[in-house]
């Protein structure tokens, strides 16, 4: 009896949007501590106390979650422009559209940003925040650091999309042992991507807090005079400040990111190929 040829299974349109908003919030709320350390690292500012690590975490979590849903959206609408929907992308394929997805969420994602580091620096609540903004620098004040926004989330779109799910699918092809234990080989992807995105994109990371915090321009006018400028200060170790909670908040992220993905994944895949042999049984 003939088998049929294992289709390849893709998410909808829809399905990355939901999947997207639900790992996006979720590894917010799970990891606002360490985003709250890393920015009061980098800034140089004083640690929080008591609900303080959570400051900033409605706006970033609600924030996150269409920007990780349209990550993922763009992300799939770009692999099915490549692909045609017919077959898996190729390992280029899969980091290329994926930068290109990241690209485009700086477009949400670069003003969320400007605003949590505002919140917790003047204490604010989102609305007083966003108010204090555009009386003070105008609506175009909110878009303060965007092409490093840019530069940030294409890389790491590459990473949670891209380098860990590659990743991964290298540790598989080393033994069996990884291929019957997706958690821990999602994990080690996972630690492989989020340390390249978090080593590649720190320093911009570094001076994109810098002026988004000095919203004024009294201390940093660009990206690109402030990462020479931060260097002179301290070194390559003041481009690096709070590369520890970075690496660790990215590995955690992708992670939890792909573990949402590919349960989703898996499910479709069973039910397509119930659906397939119920046909089958029926001729």
């Known amino acids: ?65 269409p920007i990780t849903a349209l990550q993922m959206f763009a992300n799939g609408v770009l692999e099915s422009a490549i692909t045609g929907g017919k077959r898996a992308p190729s390992e280029l394929e899969q980091i290329v559209t994926a930068m290109g997805a990241g690209s485009i969420s700086a477009i949400i994602y670069s003003p969320v940003d400007l605003l949590v580091i505002q919140q917790q620096k003047l204490k604010m609540a989102p609305a007083p925040a966003i108010s204090h903004i555009i009386k003070n620098y105008g609506a175009v004040g909110i878009y303060r650091g965007f092409s490093a926004c840019m530069v940030r989330e294409a890389i790491y779109t590459a990473g949670y999309l891209g380098i860990a799910p590659v990743a991964a699918g290298r540790i598989n092809d080393i033994s069996p042992w990884f291929q019957e234990n997706g958690v821990v080989t999602r994990f080690l992807g996972s630690c492989i991507g989020g340390t390249i995105a978090a080593m590649l ?83």
């Not at 990891?31 to 400051?55: D, F, H, N």
């Not at 004024?216 to 481009?239: C, F, H, N, S």
């Not at 690496?247 to 898996?266: D, H, K, P, Q, Y």
């Open 1 to 65: 009896m003939a088998t049929s040829a294992k289709k390849h299974v893709t998410l909808s349109g829809p399905e990355n949007v939901s999947l997207g908003a639900m790992g996006g919030v979720l590894e917010t709320v799970i990891q606002m501590p360490l985003i709250t350390y890393k920015i009061c690292v980098q800034e140089g500012r004083a640690l929080p106390k008591g609900s303080g690590w959570y400051r900033g975490v409605f706006a970033n979590a609600s924030s996150l979650a």
């Open 201 to 283: 994109t720190h320093p911009v990371d570094t001076a994109k807090t810098r002026i988004q915090a000095d919203i004024g321009k009294q201390t940093y006018t660009t990206v690109r005079a402030a990462i020479p400028q931060i260097y002179a200060e301290g070194g390559i170790g003041a481009l690096y400040k709070g590369g520890g909670a970075r690496t660790a908040r990215l590995i955690g992220a992708f992670f939890i990111i792909n573990s949402v993905r590919e349960l989703a994944l898996t499910m479709k895949s069973k039910w397509a190929d119930e659906e397939t042999e119920a046909a089958s049984i029926a001729k």
